[in-house]
């Protein structure tokens, strides 16, 4: 099992940018995928962008060429850089790790006003 701690929320004007970082508990090699999700009020969780342990990625079109994740496997973390932020980039942000069964973080809120 793993522990997930994201951090990095905020509010924030349009245009501006933030990075998220969520920390692990274990080392991120061992596990298949990291990803980045987010559910907006009365909207589905939706994925945002995904890490596979190969370092292959995923984004949604909503935020590619704007978000870019990343990690640093010497901190088990993994990123999410947020440039040119739009008030529908507005939500709950939530980590995930893939391994036999998927594990959450608690979510840090993004707030991007116009």
């Known amino acids: 099992q793993v522990q997930l701690v994201e951090s990095g929320g905020g509010l924030v004007q349009a245009g501006g940018s933030l990075r998220l970082s969520c920390a692990a508990s274990?080392?991120?090699?061992?596990?298949?995928?990291m990803g980045w999700y987010r559910q907006a009020p009365g909207k589905e969780r939706e994925l945002v962008a995904v890490?596979?342990?190969?370092?292959?990625?995923n984004y949604a079109d909503s935020v590619k060429g704007r978000f870019t994740i990343s990690r640093d496997n010497s901190k088990n973390t993994v990123y999410l850089q947020m440039n040119s932020l739009k008030p529908e980039d507005t939500g709950v942000y939530y980590c995930?790790?893939?391994?036999?069964?998927?594990?959450w973080g608690q979510g840090t809120q993004v707030t991007v006003s116009s």
């Open positions: 890490m596979s342990n190969g370092g292959s990625t």
């Open positions: 995930r790790a893939t391994m036999t069964r998927y594990y």
């Open positions: 274990r080392s991120i090699f061992s596990i298949n995928a």
